[in-house]
């Protein structure tokens, strides 16, 4: 079965400061988006890796991660993933994640692929371990909650449908479009080498996770 890998890489990235978007700034000496498209492009199980970038970001695309093929992405992250739907032809399955977790692992994409036998979507998830409490000082059970990660993984056919009849407001993952639907996303078990680079210190974190795993 064709399995495609789109990364979204479209965003403005400006939240983790420096003179580039966050996409391209270095970690451990490659650019954030680089170590994702590696970990997709030598994995036996993906067949085609799509990148969706910014327009006014195509020339530093080009700079930065010379002969990467990208797409055009669109104003919200939810464009940018209908624009790369819209580029997989006859694909049947598709891995969407964000540039901003760079580091992927072959066992986080055999879970999701293999979840797909039996379900429309997959998502990778971390319990979580801090106590939970909502602003108006209310206790909050964390039994039964997780954190969602991106690889997502779906049938092509569901996503699209979910992409297509979503009159919602721009939702944070592609999960819950599939579930508004009545479709079915399995949960499996994610890494904690998938944390998301959102903010300047992020990046001395990401570094630090590198050099622990490759020590
Ligand atoms: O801003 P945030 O980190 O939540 O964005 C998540 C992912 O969605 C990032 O990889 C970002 O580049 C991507 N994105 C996109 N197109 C947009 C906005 C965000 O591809 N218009």
Same mark, same amino acid.
């Given at each position: 079965?064709?399995?495609?890998?789109?990364?979204?890489?479209?965003?403005?990235?400006?939240?983790?400061?420096?003179?580039?978007?966050?996409?391209?700034?270095?970690?451990?000496?490659?650019?954030?988006?680089?170590?994702?498209?590696?970990?997709?492009?030598?994995?036996?199980?993906?067949?085609?890796?799509?990148?969706?970038?910014?327009?006014?970001?195509?020339?530093?695309?080009?700079?930065?991660?010379?002969?990467? %093929?990208?797409?055009?992405?669109?104003?919200?992250?939810?464009?940018?993933?209908?624009?790369?739907?819209?580029?997989?032809?006859?694909?049947?399955?598709?891995?969407?994640?964000? %540039?901003?977790?760079?580091?992927?692992?072959?066992?986080?994409?055999?879970?999701?692929?293999?979840?797909?036998?039996?379900?429309?979507?997959?998502?990778?998830?971390?319990?979580?371990?801090?106590?939970?409490?909502?602003?108006?000082?209310?206790?909050?059970?964390?039994?039964?909650?997780?954190?969602?990660?991106?690889?997502?993984?779906?049938?092509?056919?569901?996503?699209?449908?979910?992409?297509?009849?979503?009159?919602?407001?721009?939702?944070?993952?592609?999960?819950?479009?599939?579930?508004?639907?009545?479709?079915?996303?399995?949960?499996?078990?994610?890494?904690?080498?998938?944390?998301?680079?959102?903010?300047?210190?992020?990046?001395?974190?990401?570094?630090?996770?590198?050099?622990?795993?490759?020590?």
């Amino acid at each position: 079965m064709n399995t495609v890998a789109l990364i979204v890489a479209a965003g403005k990235g400006e939240r983790a400061g420096g003179t580039l978007p966050k996409q391209f700034a270095l970690i451990a000496g490659r650019p954030m988006l680089a170590w994702s498209y590696a970990a997709f492009a030598k994995n036996p199980r993906i067949e085609r890796v799509i990148v969706a970038i910014a327009e006014d970001q195509q020339r530093l695309t080009a700079e930065h991660m010379p002969g990467v %093929a990208t797409i055009t992405g669109g104003t919200t992250r939810r464009a940018s993933v209908a624009s790369g739907l819209a580029a997989m032809g006859d694909a049947e399955r598709v891995l969407i994640h964000d %540039a901003a977790r760079p580091f992927i692992t072959d066992a986080v994409i055999d879970r999701l692929i293999d979840a797909l036998d039996n379900a429309d979507g997959a998502v990778p998830v971390l319990p979580i371990v801090d106590t939970l409490v909502s602003t108006d000082g209310t206790s909050v059970s964390r039994e039964g909650l997780h954190r969602v990660q991106t690889p997502q993984a779906f049938r092509v056919d569901s996503i699209r449908r979910a992409h297509a009849e979503w009159r919602g407001a721009e939702p944070t993952d592609d999960a819950q479009m599939v579930r508004a639907l009545g479709g079915s996303v399995a949960l499996v078990q994610g890494d904690p080498m998938l944390e998301k680079v959102t903010l300047p210190g992020d990046f001395a974190a990401a570094e630090a996770r590198i050099g622990w795993e490759t020590r």
